[in-house]
């Protein structure tokens, strides 16, 4: 969800359960990561339906003197299964290095919390034809020396939030790429601008295990449409 939700949104939360007829489906996982506010408010909301939660990022440290941080600990208090690490938006505004994603995925896994580790190129690196290098880079600096219970997410930075995506044979050959670095096990999500009118087409796409979610997961009647194409 990004910054976005207060209390008042916990009701998109409801709608969705009513459109899954009370229940996630068996075939497929469904998860949310609201601002941290709502974390726990949410957790108690889908723990009966199958719905996961997680948070938007954490710190690499159990606690502290991290004021206004958040750790993995705390999130899974808060019912977290699961949370974004190195997101492209955390790596621009924080300067966030590979190093610091790695730290915070290797925090969240010893806690219990399955990190979902972003990658992704801008728009001058594609265009530079670099873009397998800098995603390589990524995953050789981002992902723990034990990487037990990691989802990886390809982002190209340049999809996020503009409406553009690219071709299905770009994401085809990443999502390959990424699967030829990390072996058979992790899954792989594809984000940027998914929404329900393309999911289904990129959702069918070899190694495309799934989609990380931005506008879209905000308005259940959006994001119903997404795991439906599922």
């Known amino acids: 969800w990004k910054m976005n939700g207060l209390r008042a949104s916990l009701s998109e939360a409801t709608t969705l359960i009513e459109m899954l007829d009370g229940a996630a489906p068996d075939d497929r996982d469904i998860l949310i990561c609201p601002p941290a506010t709502i974390l726990a408010q949410?957790?108690?909301?889908l723990a009966g339906v199958s719905i996961f939660t997680g948070g938007q990022d954490c710190h690499a440290?159990?606690?502290?003197?991290?004021?206004?941080d958040v750790s993995a600990e705390m999130l899974r208090d808060a019912g977290a299964a699961f949370v974004i690490v190195g997101h492209s938006e955390r790596r621009a505004d924080h300067r966030e290095s590979d190093a610091e994603v790695e730290s915070k995925a290797t925090a969240a896994s010893k806690a219990g919390v399955a990190p979902i580790i972003c990658v992704g190129e801008t728009k001058e690196q594609r265009e530079a034809g670099e873009a397998e290098a800098v995603v390589g880079?990524?995953?050789?600096?981002?992902?723990?020396d034990d990487p037990k219970h990691i989802?990886?997410?390809y982002e190209p930075v340049w999809a996020i939030g503009t409406g553009l995506t690219p071709t299905l044979?770009?994401?085809?050959?990443?999502?390959?790429?990424?699967r030829s670095r990390i072996g058979s096990a992790p899954?792989?999500?594809y984000g940027g601008s998914v929404k329900p009118g393309n999911a289904k087409?990129?959702?069918?796409?070899?190694?495309v295990n799934g989609a990380l979610v931005g506008?879209?997961?905000l308005k259940a009647e959006d994001f119903i449409g997404i795991i439906r194409a599922a």
């Open 42 to 45: 949410l957790s108690d909301l």
């Open 61 to 68: 440290k159990e606690s502290g003197a991290h004021t206004g």
């Open 137 to 144: 880079a990524q995953l050789s600096g981002s992902i723990p």
């Open 151 to 153: 989802v990886i997410a």
């Open 169 to 178: 044979d770009d994401i085809a050959a990443m999502h390959k790429f990424i």
């Open 187 to 189: 899954r792989i999500l």
């Open 201 to 207: 087409e990129i959702l069918a796409i070899d190694d």
């Open 215 to 217: 506008g879209a997961s």
